[in-house]
């Protein structure tokens, strides 16, 4: 008869930096915070042949003017609306403000991110494929209310004190950022009154002057980190990362409002990124052996990321599902083509909160007891308002070990199984 016995293990992680956690600078964070689509900015570049000499009134139709490097701009009512460069960027403005780039493919044609439908309260977003990729809700002022995955699982929902000021909370990592004019002010965890995660202030730190987030590691009662990040005017964009101690720790290069790498300083890794998200990553697992994984896409999706190994006769792939989480990480043969093993499982909690203690014993293949207890665990929670988007755990068949993830998004415990 199959025993099984667990040790649970409290995994240390508040000693760690929230940086990567609380601003997982993703392709999935990103693609959600993309600004809505401005009908005058398409008529602008699809439907107008706009002019070419610079207005000298406020027109009431778009106009453009060539620079002279090359570069275009295109004004409407008085403002600069899209900044077009030679090699067919397209930088875009709100309130003489940038917001993002996009491009033009070299068959013409504007590639678009995605596209809106339907109306206000609730609409659709999909990508140029017709794919479904998110969902916005707005209030009857107009309001952006809460953002949602292509699940129709909450990601973000916002709160407006006024005109200038507004919150912004994060489901997923239970954060809320408060904003000011549009500019980040802090973020608590918890509740807009809970711990101090970060703040953000204009000043001179290192000899460089700019828009700093401020980020504190504790473990529970006093500080033990401090990083520095510096981003630019808008919080929108990070360079350099700073540790209290003034090393540099991490680094952001950005190309036309554009990130497409990634550089961790003190464990030698990088990320770079295209037009869709990561293309390449390469990292220390576990201090000893180095890793690089290289991604794959269908249209503007991921669907798998590979590591291959010289000279063996296996590679491990990461697959994705439909709505870019990782879902398993898998060893496969070589000449076969078949699995070898599953390396890592997994499972978001939109997939077990409504699972019957019978059903999670089946899922993990474990004893009644244990179920039992992982059953208690998930209706902890749920009492916690833990986000359905998030990571309930991560599975390791090989090594038996199931880490859990609290209602901030963190490892929070460790469970390992033995078998005798």
């Known amino acids: 008869m199959k025993k099984i016995v667990f040790i649970i ?60 490097e090359g570069n275009k701009i295109v004004y409407h009512k008085g403002e600069e609306k899209l900044f077009i460069s030679r090699d067919g960027d397209i930088t875009y403005f709100a309130n003489n403000t940038k917001t993002h780039t996009r491009k033009i493919l070299s068959d013409g044609s504007l590639y678009l991110y995605r596209k809106y439908t339907g109306h206000s309260p609730l609409r659709e977003i999909k990508n140029e494929f017709g794919e479904t990729v998110g969902w916005e809700e707005y209030g009857l002022d107009g ?47 918890g509740s807009k009154d809970g711990k101090l995660v970060a703040y953000w202030v204009k000043g001179k730190f290192f000899g460089k002057t700019g828009l700093w ?129 599953v390396l890592e499982d997994r499972i978001y909690f939109s997939e077990v909160k409504n699972l019957s203690k019978e059903e999670i014993k089946d899922l993990f293949d474990i004893s009644e007891e244990a179920a039992s207890s992982i059953y208690e665990w998930i209706q902890k929670m749920e009492k916690e308002e833990k986000a359905d988007a998030s990571l309930f755990g991560i599975f390791d068949p090989v090594s038996y070990t199931l880490t859990l993830y609290d209602k901030n998004n963190k490892p929070f415990m460790t469970i390992y199984t033995f078998s005798s």
């Open 9 to 68: 293990i409290f995994l240390s992680f508040f000693l760690t930096s929230y940086s990567e956690k609380l601003n997982p600078y993703s392709f999935r964070h990103d693609y959600y915070k993309m600004p809505v689509q401005n009908k005058i900015q398409e008529q602008a570049l699809l439907k107008y042949k706009l002019n070419w000499k610079k207005p000298e009134i406020v027109l009431p139709y778009p106009a453009e003017i060539t620079d002279r």
């Open 143 to 189: 309001k952006l209310m809460v953002r949602y995955d292509a699940l129709m699982r909450p990601l973000y929902k916002y709160e407006y004190e006024n005109n200038w000021q507004y919150w912004e909370y994060d489901f997923v990592n239970n954060v809320w950022k408060k904003y000011e004019k549009n500019i980040p002010v802090e973020e608590r965890i």
């Open 213 to 341: 987030r401020i980020e504190k590691g504790w473990d529970g009662e006093k500080i033990t980190d401090l990083f520095y990040t510096l981003y630019d005017e808008f919080g929108k964009e990070w360079y350099k990362v700073y540790h209290k101690d003034g090393y540099l720790a991490k680094r952001g290069i950005w190309k036309r409002h554009r990130l497409i790498r990634e550089e961790d300083l003190t464990e030698f890794s990088y990320r770079n990124r295209n037009d869709f998200g990561i293309e390449e990553e390469k990292y220390i697992e576990n201090r000893m052996t180095e890793a690089i994984w290289r991604y794959e896409y269908k249209g503007s999706k991921i669907v798998r990321a590979i590591r291959d190994y010289p000279g063996m006769d296996f590679y491990d792939v990461r697959i994705y599902d439909d709505i870019q989480n990782v879902d398993k990480v898998v060893r496969i043969d070589k000449k076969t083509q078949e699995i070898i093993c």
